[in-house]
């Protein structure tokens, strides 16, 4: 991370960076049900043992669109909204990194595309870092850069590429020879 040497680093360190340097978005939202939308974006900084303050949490909430869903649990949401809160989770500690694993793989395409155009503007606006893993040449279009892994190796890349460019390079992809 940034100029930080992670190979010398003791399972405690490596956790205080993950807490502080970087934010995960699953395709599972992740919430805990009897929480409030607040008190899910609250929770990473509270486990730091820092206390949030109602405008930080609030921010975030405004920059992902849920301003108003503050005081909603997540059984009160729609997936997108969900996934939305789960965004904002991640956002609240400013992490160098953000890893989404299939962060939209469990929404309808119109919240898809309103998740990817945050996720993008992030980038744009912030210069937020973002490493994505999907399976969908939509979602992967919006990528500056799209790297093709099979097997765990990589198997290619493109850069700034358009979904049916994408979708034409995945139908093609092989396992390497043993």
């Known amino acids: 991370m940034g100029d ?22 699953f395709q599972a939202f992740n919430l805990l049900p009897s929480l409030t939308a607040e008190q899910n974006v609250a929770l990473p900084l509270r486990l730091a043992g820092r206390r949030p303050k109602k405008t930080q ?30 965004l904002a989770r991640a956002l609240i500690t400013r992490p160098e990194v953000l890893f989404g694993d299939e962060p939209t793989g469990a929404l309808d395409s119109q919240t898809s595309r309103e998740v990817l155009t945050l996720l993008r503007a992030m980038v744009d606006r912030d210069g937020q870092a973002i490493i994505m893993v999907t399976h969908d040449p939509v979602a992967a279009s919006y990528a500056d850069r799209v790297v093709f892994l099979v097997d765990g190796r990589v198997n290619g890349e493109l850069i700034g590429a358009l979904a049916e460019d994408i979708a034409a390079r995945m139908t093609k992809l092989e396992a390497a020879p043993c």
């Not at 930080?4 to 978005?25: Q, S």
């Open 4 to 25: 930080t040497e992670l190979t010398g680093l003791n399972e405690t360190k490596l956790t205080l960076l993950r807490r502080e340097r970087i934010g995960f978005v």
């Open 57 to 86: 949490v609030r921010e975030v909430l405004e920059l992902v669109g849920l301003g108003d869903r503050a005081r909603h649990r997540p059984t009160e949401m729609s997936g997108g909204r969900q996934q939305r809160v789960a």
